[in-house]
C-alpha cells in the first residue's frame, strides 16, 4: 500500500483456506501481511499456509486482538519517531484498542497504551494527562456512553480519533452512543466506526508517518513516505477493496 | 396533586384560551397553578383570564424558561430544608434547566444554580465540585455528546438526574446522543426525555420532599408531605393525564 | 465508592478469570463485592478466586437475578431506616427486579417486593397499592408496553423509577416500548435504560440513603453518608468506568 | 363503498379544488361524502362545490375534527342499534377521537364519548367504566405513553380498537410510543397508525354494522349489510385507492 | 377471562416446569388452558403435569402453531354462529396463522382457512373470494410486503384484521414492511403486532362472540358473552399481565 | 450524457440563478437541458437565463411535475420505438409519476399513462392491464402502503420499476412502507427512493433504449445508442456528480 | 412464469421435506426448479425427492451461491443474445452476486463476470471497464460502503442494477449503508434489497429478455416472450406468493 | 484554545445579542473570534458589536459558509507550512466545505480547494488527483451516497477526513447515507458528522500543525505550537462547552 498501511485482510466471514491464502499472497507481494478479526482456526490456516511458502516468516498470533501479524524473514520494521497514544476507559475496551495499536505499530509509531482511565472516575484521566500529552496523535477507545475521547480532547494539542466500543446493552447499546456520543462532540476529534480499531490505529499511523516525513531533512513533503514500506514493495492489493 | 407537584398545564399544542381556562381552574382548585413550554400569546391570555377571575392573584411569565407561575392571593409557598442543585453544560441548556429549576423551587426546593461547566473543559466543573456536592440532589442538563451527567455522578454522592437537551444536528442530534448517553452511562444516575425540564425538577423536587419529611420530627415517614401542599388543596387535576 | 454503591463488576462480556480477580480486588479494597449478570462459570470462579484470598469471606449467587455478592468476614451491612418498594408486572420481569433488590439491600435499604400487578388486570394493583405507599422510594420493572410505572406514579407520593424489561417481540420489543413509555410518561417518574436493575436500585438507594441521613440526628445533611460504608474502607474502582 | 363507510377524501396534500371535485363526486355518485384533514381552504371550497351541483345538500364542516360530512337532500342515514364508546385520555386527544366519531355515527352507530380518562389518574376511568362496559366496540385514542387502551381492554368485554395520538417530544414523542404501547398490549386488543382517527371509527363501524346485521331478523348474515347505504347508491369510489 | 379468552401462556421465554404450573392453574380455576410459543419441552412439561393434577383432561400439542390445548375432563366448549376467516399468503405464513385460528376457535368461532392466495397470484385470491366474503370477520396473515390485507379489506364488507408475518430479509424484514404496510393501509383494516396471531385470533373471537350475543334471541346485548366461559369460572388471571 | 439522458439539474437547494446558469450551460453543450424540482423562482430564472443566450430555445414548465424542459431551437429529439408504462395507484402519486414521465419522453420513448389503479379497488386494475401489458417498460408509482408494483410485476412480463411515493403520515408514513414494501416485494422488481421519479424515469428510458437499439437493424450491439443524443453533443457534465 | 423466471423455492425457513416437494411440483409442472439459499440438507433432500419421481432430471447444486439447479431430462434452456454483467467488488459479495448470475443464465442470458473491481482500488475497475460495456445489463453487487454501483453506472450506457451486500459491522452494517447508496446514487440505477440475488438476476434477465425480443424478426413486441420458457410449460405458481 | 482553534460561537440557536457577546469576549481574551452558522442577523450584531469595543478590528462575514471571522487589529495570523486540500463532489458541498476551510486558515494551514469531482465521472476527479496528492491533509465533502472520500483515500497517502453532507431525500437522506458510508468504508478514513464542517477542518488544522511543529527546528515536538495562537492569549473558553 502506497500509504505504508500493511495490506490486511478481514477474516471475519472468510473461510480460514481463502483468508490463508489472501495473506500468503500479501506476504509474497509486500513482505508482510495482517490479519484481522481472527478466530484460531483462522490463525492455524495462516500458520501452515505461510509455513509452506515462507518457513522462516515469523508469524504472532494474539488471542486478545485477534490479529495475526506475518513477517517476511529479514522484514524490517519501519520505525517513526511519533509517538500514538492509545487510551481505554475500561478492561471491555481493551481488544479493540489492541487491533489499533498492532496497526498503528506495524506502520511504524512508537505506542504508549493508557488504561482504564474512563470519566466516571476523572482522578484516574487526570493521574495519565501529562502521559498522553506526550502523544502526537491520540486514539480513546470507550462504550457505553464513550465521554472519554471528549474529555480527552478537552485536554490535550493533538488530534484525537474516537473508537466507540460495542458495549452496553438496551437503547444506545453495542456502541451505538458512544458512536453518536463522538460524532457530536463539543470537542474537536473524528472519529471511526464502532469496533473500527483497525481504521483508527491506520489514520493514526498515516498521521504519525506525515509528522514524521516533515521533521525528516530532505524529506519530500508529499507524506508520501515510500521509505517505510519495510520491504520494499509496492504493495499492491490483494483482493478488491470494498 | 398529593405529590406537591403544581397542577401544571403544557401550552404548546393547546390555544391560549384553552390554556388560560385549565390554568383558572387549578389556581382556583389548588392555589396556583404552573403553566409550561408557553408563548407570550399563552402567557397574556393567562394574564388576563386569571385577572378576570383573581385580580389580586401573581403571574409570573419568563421568557427563557417559557414558564407561567400563578400563585393565589396569600398563597404560602413551601420550603424544604433540601437543596437541589441545577447544573448545566453551556448557554444552550439553560432554557431546559431552567424549566427544572421553576417546577423544584415549587415544590419548595431550595436551588443552586451552576452554569457552563461542559465536559470540554473539565477544569471548570472541578472549579465548581465542591459547591455542588452541597446539595442533596443533582439535576444535569446537557446537550450534544450529553457526558456532563456521567462525570458529575462520578463527583458526587447525592442522587443524579440527567436532563438530555435537543441541541447538535446530524447523527444524534436533536438530544438523542445526549439521551443515549445517560441510559448508557457507567454510573449510576436516571434520566428522563429529552428537554423533559419539568418531569426532572419534579422528580427532584420529589426527592428534597422526602429527605425533609424525613428530616422533620414526628413526620409519619411516609414522605407524603402534605403540609407542603401551600393552599391546603387536594391538587385535583384539571385535565385528563396521558 | 463514597456513594455507598458497592464496587460492581459486569460479568458479561468478561471471562470467569478476569470476573473473578476483579471482585477479589474490590473484596480487598472495599470488603465486600457485587457481580452482576453472572453465569453459574462466572460464579464458579469468583468463589474459587474468593476462597483463595479470603476463605471466610460469604459468596451468595443467585442464579433468578444472576448476581454474586461476597461480603468479607465480620463485614457489617448498612441498614437504612427507609424501605424501597420494587414491583412488578409478570414474572418475566422477575430476574430484572431482583436485580435491582440485590444492590439497594446492599446500600442498606429495607425491600418490599409487590409482585404480578401488572396493568392488565387493574384490580390486583389496587389491592396492593397502600403497601406500596408505605414506601419511601418504589422501583417498577415491567416490559411490553409497560405502562404500570406511570399508573404506580398516579398513585403514590414518593419518587418512583421505571426500568423497562427486554420482553416483547415485533415492533417496540426487547423492552424498546416499555422504555419509550416511560420517558412519554404523563406523570412524574425517571427512568433506567432497558433491563438496567442494577442502575434502578442503586439509584433507589442512594435515595433511601439521602432520607436516612436526613432523619439521623447530628447528620451533616450533605447526603454523604459515610457511615454506610460497611468496611470503612473508600470503595476505590477497581476498573476504568465506562 | 359496499361496507357503508362514506367516500373519504383525505383534503392533506390536496388543492381545495381537487378536493371539491372529488368530494361533489362521491355525493352525486353515493348520496354523500366525508372529507378529512380539511383546512378552512379546503372546507370553503367544498362547500361551494357542493352548492353549485346540489344546492340542497347540508355541508358541516367542523374544525376541531377537521371533517366536512356532505349529505344529500333526502338522505336518509343508516341507523345501527350498536353503541361505539369513543374514549379519550386526555384534552388533545380530541381531534383525533372526534374524527373516528364522525366515521362511525356515518356507518349508523350510536356513539358514547368518554373523555379525559387517562391512566395517571386511574379512578377517573374507574368512575366512567360501567359506562364504557354498555357499548358494543370501544375505541381508545391515547398519546404519549398510551397505557389507556390497555387499560381499558383489561376492564370490558368488547373489542377494542386503540388510536394511538401523535403527543409527545423527544424518544417515542409524536405517537411512537404510543403505537408501540398498542403493538405490545398484554391484553387483546388490535391498532390503527398514529392519528388514524378514521381507521379506527370505520372498523368500529364495520363491526357494528355486523353486529346489527346478526341482530336484525331475516339478515343474510353475510354482514354485507346493503341497507345501510344510506343512498342506496353503490358507493363506486372516486379515486384510485392507494 | 369474562371476554370468553382462554388464559394464555406464552411459554416462550419461560421454563417448561413454570409454564406447566400456570397451565395447570388455568386448567384448574377456568376449566382450560392454553399455551403459547411452547417448544417440544415446554409440551412435554405440560402433559405431565396436567397429567398429575388432572388425569382425564385433554392436552392437545400442536408442532406447527406451536400451541398446547388443555381442556378439563367434560370441558363443553362454546360454540358461536358467526365463522372467523383465516387467510394466509403462502406457507410461511402458517404457523402464525394457525396460532389465530387456535385461539378464535377457542372462543367459539367457526374457522374457514384460505390458503396461498398471495397478491403476486391475483388470480388464485379471486378465486377464493366468495368463500372469504361468507366470514363474518377475516383475518389475514402475510410477510414479506405484506399487501394481501388491504386486497382483501378492498374485496370484502367484514372487518378485517392484519397479521403481519415475521418473513423477509434486508431493510423492511423479519415483517417491518408488512406491519408498516397494515398501518398505511389504504383501505379500512386495524392490526396487531408482528407474528401476533394469538392477539388477531382473540379480537377476531371477541367480534364473533359479538355478532353471536346480539343475533341471539333475549340477549342483553352488552356483549359480555358469560355463556361462552365453558367451565363457569370467572377467569382469574394466573400471572401478572404486563 | 453517453446514455442519452438529459443533463438534469436538481433545483431544490439551489438558487435560481446558479440553477439557470447549470441549465444554460447544459443548454449550450448538449441542445437541451432539464430542470427537475423547481419552484417558480427556478422556471423563471431559468427562462431569463435561457432566454439571454439562446432566445429561439423552447422552455416548459409544469407546475405538478415541477420540470423544465429546454431545448435548443431546431434540437430533433429521439424517437425510440419503445413504450413506458407510467401507472399510478391514486391521485397523490401524479407529480411524482409525471417528473418519470418527462425523462423517459426526453429519452424517446413513447409513454403510456394509466391512472388511479390503486389495489384498494382491485377491480380497476384488472380493467386495464391488458393496456400496461403492451408496454416495454413499466413504472409504478404508489404510496401509502405500495402495494400495486408487487400486483402488477405478478401481471406482466415486462421489467417493473416501483416508485415508492412519499404518502401517508405516522408509522411507515411519508414513503417509507413503500419503499420497504418494494424492496420486500416477493414478485421480481426493481426500485428507486422515495419519489425518485427522475431516476425510475431514467432507468425506464435506458431499458427502452437498449430494446430500441437492438431492434434497429445495423446497431452494434452495444446499447450506447449515440444516435438519440438528440444535439450530437457528447453531453459533459456541467456539474460535479454526488 | 409467464416471465421466464424459473419457478424459484426459498428454502430458508422452510424444512427439507417441504422445499423437496416444491421443487418437484415446478419440475412436473415447468420442466425445472431452482432452489435458493439451500443448505446442504435441502440440497440432498431434492436430490432425493427429483430422484424418486424423475430420475433423469439433472440436479446442480452449488455450494456458494446456495442453489440448486433441476432440469428435466430433454430440457431445452432458452438462450438469449444480451448479456448480463455481473460485477463483484470483492470476495465477500461472490456468493449473492453467484446468485443473480445462476437466475440470469436460467433465463437465458449469456454472462459476463467480473471480479474483485472495488472502488478502493479504482485502477482494477478501469482496466475492466471496456469488458463491462459490451453487456446490455449490468448487476453490481457490493457491501460495506457500497459505492461501485454508482462509480460504474458513471461508465456505462447499459442499465445498472445495484445489489446491496450484507457486509460491514457498526453503524450502517450489515448491508445498509451499501442499500442507502444505491437509493441515494447521484447516477442512475435501480436496487433490490440487501442480498437479494435473486430479484437483481431476475430482473437484469428480463431486461435482456425484452432486448433479445425486440431484435428478433417477427417478434410480436411485447416482450412477453413465450418462447423462452424452455419446457413450454405455462409455469403456474407452486406456492402462494407472498 | 491550547490546540490554535479560534474560538468558535455556534450562532445557530442563540439570539444575535448573545452571539454578538460571545464574539466579543473571544475577540477580547484571544485576538480573534470565528462566529458559524450565522445568519445575517448574527453577522450585523457581530459586526456592530465589535465595533463598539474595537473600531479597527476586521469583520469578514461569508455568506456562502455563514462563518464570521474577526481579527483585532494587528493580529497576526498563523502560517503552517502544510497544506489542506479541501474537495467537493458538487455545488451543494460548497457551504459545508467552505466552512472547514475557513477554520483550517484560521489555524494557520494552506488551502488548496477542489471543486465539483464527484464519482459519478471518475474522469473529472482522476484529472485532478495529483494536486489532491500535494496536501499534507485532505478533506473531502460529499453529499447524497458520499463515495467521494473513499474513493480519494485509494488514491492518496495523506490522512483523508470524511465531511457527509445533508443532501438527498428519501431513505438515507439528509446525508445519512454518505455518514454511513464513510463509517464503512473499505479504505483508511475518519468521518466527521452530517454538515461538520467545523470539525473536519479544525481537526485538519490540528493535523497541520503537528507535521508543521515536526518540520521546525526546535521545536519541542509535543505538536503544542503555542506560536501559532497570534494574539499570544491562551484562548481561554468564553462558553461552557457541550
Ligand atoms: N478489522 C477491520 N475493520 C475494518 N476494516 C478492515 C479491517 N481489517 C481490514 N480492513 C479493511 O478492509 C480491507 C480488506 O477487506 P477484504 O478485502 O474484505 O479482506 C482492508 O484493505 C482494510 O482496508
Ligand atoms: N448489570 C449492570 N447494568 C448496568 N451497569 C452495571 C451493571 N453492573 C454494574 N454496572 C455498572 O458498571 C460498572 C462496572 O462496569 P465494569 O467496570 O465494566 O465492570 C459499575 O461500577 C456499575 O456502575
Ligand atoms: N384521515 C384519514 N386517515 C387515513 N386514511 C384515510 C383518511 N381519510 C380517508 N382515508 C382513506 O384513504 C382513502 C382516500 O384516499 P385518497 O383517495 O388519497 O383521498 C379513503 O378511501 C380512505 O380509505
Ligand atoms: N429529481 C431528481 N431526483 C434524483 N436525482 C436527480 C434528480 N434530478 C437530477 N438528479 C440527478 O442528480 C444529478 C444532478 O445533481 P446536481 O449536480 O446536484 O444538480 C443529475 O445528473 C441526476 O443524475
Ligand atoms: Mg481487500
Ligand atoms: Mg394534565
Ligand atoms: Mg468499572
Ligand atoms: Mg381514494
Ligand atoms: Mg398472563
Ligand atoms: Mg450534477
Ligand atoms: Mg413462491
Ligand atoms: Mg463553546
Chains 1, 2, 3, 4, 5, 6, 7, 8 share one sequence.
Not at 483462522?42 to 490479529?67: F, W
Not at 489499533?100 to 509509531?109: H, K, L, S
Not at 480519533?161 to 453495542?174: K, L, M, N, Q
Amino acid at each position: 500500500d502506497r500509504r505504508g498501511i500493511p495490506e490486511a485482510v478481514l477474516a471475519e466471514g472468510k473461510r480460514p483456506a481463502e483468508t490463508a491464502a489472501l495473506a500468503t499472497t500479501a506476504l509474497e507481494t509486500t513482505g508482510r501481511a495482517l490479519v484481522t478479526r481472527a478466530s484460531s482456526d483462522h490463525a492455524a490456516a495462516v500458520r501452515e499456509g505461510v509455513g509452506d511458502v515462507a518457513p522462516d516468516a515469523s508469524v504472532d498470533h494474539d488471542e486478545v486482538t485477534r490479529t495475526v501479524v506475518v513477517h517476511a524473514d529479514g522484514y524490517e520494521p519501519p520505525a517513526l519517531a511519533a509517538t500514538v497514544a492509545v487510551v481505554t476507559a475500561g478492561t471491555a475496551d481493551a481488544p479493540v484498542a489492541g487491533e489499533a495499536e498492532v496497526v498503528a505499530r506495524e506502520i511504524g509509531a512508537a505506542i504508549d497504551r493508557v488504561e482504564d482511565v474512563g470519566v466516571a472516575n476523572i482522578d484516574r484521566l487526570l493521574d495519565q494527562i501529562e502521559r498522553i500529552r506526550e502523544a502526537a496523535v491520540v486514539v480513546v477507545a470507550a462504550g457505553r456512553e464513550g465521554a472519554l475521547p471528549t474529555v480527552v480532547a478537552g485536554l490535550v494539542a493533538a488530534p484525537v480519533i474516537a473508537i466507540p466500543v460495542s458495549t452496553g446493552y438496551g437503547e444506545g447499546g453495542e456502541g451505538a452512543a458512544a458512536l453518536a456520543g463522538a460524532l457530536q462532540s463539543c470537542t474537536v476529534l473524528t472519529t471511526v466506526n464502532v469496533d473500527a480499531g483497525f481504521v483508527a490505529g491506520a489514520q493514526a499511523g498515516l498521521i504519525a508517518r506525515a509528522i514524521d516525513g516533515a521533521g525528516t531533512a530532505g524529506d519530500d513533503g508529499d507524506a508520501d513516505g515510500d521509505e517505510v514500506d519495510g520491504a520494499g514493495v509496492d504493495g499492491a492489493g490483494v483482493d478488491g477493496d470494498e
